[in-house]
């Protein structure tokens, strides 16, 4: 399985950004994620999302960022809002196998990253 994630770049805190993620194998009823990784420090989670759509995220994004999926393009999306500096991170794509995020479990699968960059 492959996972191939897009979108990152340059933005101003307060403006947005929009992350794409595609499954290169089709349709999946995995969980989809992204975590991220800022600049010394560990990765983290971002947000999840089952395949009927139920939705975790992070506290330090809640309100700020929605995760979504389209399930036949087994495509999954993070729009990102009123983004601060410290949203600055590599952001990968993961898919988890099961019907619910599981955050005691790594995913089984990681996309390569994407760089955001929030200047202040």
């Known amino acids: 399985v492959q996972l191939q994630a897009s979108g990152g770049g340059l933005v101003q805190a307060g403006g947005s950004l929009r992350l794409s993620c595609v499954r290169s194998?089709?349709?999946?009823?995995?969980?989809m994620g992204w975590f991220r990784q800022a600049p010394g420090k560990e990765r983290e989670f971002v947000a999840a999302?089952?395949?009927?759509?139920?939705?975790n995220y992070a506290d330090s994004v809640k309100g700020r960022f929605t995760i979504s999926r389209v399930n036949s393009d087994s495509t999954v999306y993070l729009d990102m809002n009123n983004m601060k500096p410290e949203d600055t991170a590599v952001y990968y794509c993961?898919?988890?196998?099961?019907?619910?995020?599981?955050?005691?479990?790594?995913?089984?699968?990681w996309g390569q990253g994407t760089l955001v960059t929030v200047s202040s």
């Open positions: 993961a898919a988890q196998k099961g019907w619910y995020y599981n955050p005691d479990r790594q995913p089984d699968y």
């Open positions: 194998e089709g349709y999946t009823t995995h969980v």
């Open positions: 999302i089952t395949w009927r759509g139920n939705r």
